[in-house]
Each structure stands twice: as structure tokens, then as C-alpha cells.
């Protein structure tokens, strides 16, 4: 059974770097795609990005400029970055195993971290 | 960027009820549209891939349909579980969209 863990700080200030970590069992992160997601508050759902099984990465053009989404494979562990925070950034961050080709296109995501909320206050 | 639209944005209903979602997308996507069923304070979780495949452990009341840029999620006898927020995603291009969401209330 694929379990998704994200962890990091619930609150980060204004400007600075959000970073936040998912840690993967039950399946090597040297396969499949896996995605970042976040859902502000009483909101919808937005794609953060991915880094695929090769490393390579993609990211969302709304974000691409503050993102890095980066792995540690001897730890099976995936990370997220996002600098010069603001209160828009105030969301409930999932890490997201993605399902489907080895292309990327017509993935799934499945299964889902249970997601953690990230506050950007003063 | 794919733009996903969702109706009607809630829908009230009766247990043992059948309602019918709706999913476009602003351009043709095959049959790469995605549902997920979200709960309150819950992660999202799959409920259907490529548009009509029920993935194990997925109730058969749940249908989904489409190809192109028209989509539909239909759930048949409605169960007090179902009550929840559904949302579609496609992911025939980057970036990855989702439809804004559908509230199914009691």
C-alpha cells in the first residue's frame, strides 16, 4: 500500500520560503510521476507541479518562477520549495502519486498525502 | 492553460437519488479527464480515470462518461457517503487544471 506523508512548518512569514517535505512508502519515487497540489482555504484545487521518475521537473507557469520540487531517492523522499510567500500562498499542501503512462499524459493522481496546511502570517 | 468548468457548482439531492455532473474542458482532451470525491478535511480521492474507469473499491453507482470536451459524472442511488465535493481534472496538457468543483448536499 502507497502512503504519502508531507511534513514542515504550519507557519511561514510573509517573503519567505515555504519548504515542506513528503515522505513515500510502499513504492520507490524513482517510478511514477509525483505531483504537488494545494487547495486554499474553502478553495479549489491547483497543481503545483512534478518531478517525474527520471527527475526531471514541470511546474505550473502561475508558480514556475518561485517553485522547486526536488528528491532524495536514498531516502525516498520528495521536497517542495516556494519562495517570497505571501497570504495567497495560505493553502493545505498535498504531495500526490501520479498514475498512468510513463509519458505523463492522461496521468491520474492516486493516492493523495492527507495533505498539511501552511499559514503565511506575520 | 485547459480551462475546466464544472454544473451546477452545488447540487441538493435525496439519498436514493441519481444526479448527474457535468465537466468541460475549453479544448478537446480525449478521454483524459479525471473525478475525485473530496470530503470535508479530507484529501481528494479518485473515483474515476480516462473519463469511465472505476478504479478497485469504487462503488458501480458511480458512471463516469465523455470524450472530447464533454464529461459527465453520474451517481445512481444516492448513499448518505456520497454527500461530499466532487471535482474533475484533465491532464491532457500542462498545467494540470481542475474544474472549480460541486457541492452535493443533502
Known amino acids: 500500500q502507497v502512503q504519502l506523508q508531507e511534513s514542515g512548518p504550519g507557519l511561514v512569514k510573509p517573503s519567505e520560503t515555504l519548504s515542506l517535505s513528503c515522505t513515500v512508502s510502499g513504492a520507490s519515487i524513482s517510478s511514477y510521476f509525483w505531483s504537488w497540489i494545494r487547495q486554499p482555504p474553502g478553495k479549489g484545487l491547483e497543481w503545483i507541479g512534478y518531478?517525474?521518475?527520471?527527475?526531471?521537473?514541470n511546474f505550473n507557469p502561475s508558480l514556475r518562477s518561485r517553485v522547486t520540487i526536488s528528491r532524495d531517492t536514498s531516502k525516498n523522499q520528495l521536497s517542495l520549495t516556494l519562495t517570497s510567500v505571501t497570504a495567497a500562498d495560505t493553502a493545505v499542501y498535498y504531495c500526490?502519486?501520479?498514475?498512468?503512462?510513463?509519458?505523463?499524459?492522461?496521468?491520474?493522481?492516486?493516492?493523495w498525502g492527507q495533505g498539511t496546511l501552511v499559514t503565511v502570517s506575520s | 492553460d485547459i480551462q475546466m468548468t464544472q454544473s451546477p457548482s452545488s447540487l441538493s439531492a435525496s439519498v436514493g437519488d441519481t444526479v448527474t455532473i457535468t465537466c468541460r474542458a475549453s479544448?478537446?482532451?480525449?478521454?483524459?479527464l479525471n473525478w475525485y470525491q473530496q470530503k470535508p478535511g479530507k484529501a481528494p480521492k479518485l473515483l474515476i480515470s480516462a473519463a469511465s474507469n472505476l478504479p478497485a473499491g469504487v462503488p458501480s453507482r458511480f458512471i463516469g462518461s465523455g470524450s472530447g470536451t464533454h464529461f459527465t459524472l453520474t451517481i445512481s442511488s444516492l448513499q448518505p457517503d456520497d454527500f461530499a465535493t466532487y471535482y474533475c481534472?484533465?491532464?491532457?496538457?500542462?498545467?494540470?487544471?481542475f474544474g472549480q468543483g460541486t457541492r452535493l448536499e443533502i
Open positions: 518531478i517525474s521518475y527520471s527527475g526531471s521537473s
Open positions: 500526490v502519486r501520479e498514475e498512468g503512462s510513463s509519458s505523463g499524459f492522461g496521468n491520474w493522481f492516486d493516492p
Open positions: 481534472q484533465q491532464s491532457y496538457g500542462t498545467p494540470i487544471t
Open positions: 479544448q478537446y482532451i480525449i478521454n483524459y
